[in-house]
T-cell receptor
Framework: KQEVTQIPAALSVPEGENLVLNCSFT??????LQWFRQDPGKGLTSLLLIQSSQREQTSGRLNASLDKSSGRSTLYIAASQPGDSATYLC??????????FGKGTRLSVIA | NAGVTQTPKFQVLKTGQSMTLQCAQDMNHNSMYWYRQDPGMGLRLIYY???????DKGEVPNGYNVSRLNKREFSLRLESAAPSQTSVYFC??????????????FGPGTRLLVL
């Protein structure tokens, strides 16, 4: 059974800092690994999706990497801004079952 | 193109009351999902419908029932609400292509308070 873990549960950084959010998964037989953003009181929005054949995906200041062999993914946020404050969730997709989500990392970027 | 819509946005119930949460998607997706989200517990899957006409239990199905009314709509029913069902409920949908680009699209959520 796939399990997805995110550490830390919460992170607070000053504006402008580069940061890394971590995600680990137990079953490497995944089709993709996804990162979502959730603002307070809102639903989830997809940020980046890395297919199993890919090593990384980039969107603006966000870069997500995938290492299937070690069961790890990271989300790198460059030059963080207060508007980046949100909860970030990763999820693993294995094909025959629904997405398996981590519990998320709550990020606060302090101006 | 509204995506995934949920009604109501907020609801207060008394213990023992029943209610149905509605969800609809306009993306012609095959699969639909109901989650609950509680502090410290993350997103937990209640039920899902892989395709029209099918439903399956998720991680926390007790106390809930679902109906896949048609391809667009997937409802979640609480027959006898309990305070432990106080939560934020999210509906999601996906194409269910089984391909490497498969993802889910989420509704805005329903906040439920059971007194």
């Amino acid at each position: 059974k796939q399990e997805v873990t995110q550490i830390p549960a919460a992170l607070s950084v000053p504006e402008g800092e580069n940061l890394v959010l971590n995600c680990s998964f137990t079953d490497s037989a995944i089709y993709n690994l996804q990162w979502f953003r959730q603002d307070p009181g809102k639903g989830l929005t997809s940020l980046l999706l890395i297919q199993s054949s890919q090593r990384e995906q980039t969107s603006g200041r966000l870069n997500a990497s995938l290492d299937k062999s070690s069961g790890r993914s990271t989300l790198y946020i460059a030059a963080s801004q207060p508007g980046d404050s949100a909860t970030y969730l990763c999820a693993a997709y294995s094909g025959n079952t629904p997405l398996v989500f981590g519990k998320g990392t709550r990020l606060s970027v302090i101006a | 193109n509204a995506g995934v819509t949920q009604t109501p946005k907020f609801q207060v119930l008394k213990t023992g009351q029943s209610m149905t949460l509605q969800c609809a998607q306009d993306m012609n997706h095959n699969s639909m999902y109901w989650y609950r989200q509680d502090p410290g517990m993350g997103l937990r899957l209640i039920y899902y419908s892989a395709s029209e006409g099918t439903t399956d239990k998720g991680e926390v199905p007790n106390g809930y029932n679902v109906s896949r009314l048609n391809k667009r709509e997937f409802s979640l029913r609480l027959e006898s609400a309990a305070p432990s069902q106080t939560s934020v409920y999210f509906c999601a949908s996906s194409e269910a292509s089984g391909r490497a680009r498969e993802t889910q699209y989420f509704g805005p959520g329903t906040r439920l308070l059971v007194l």
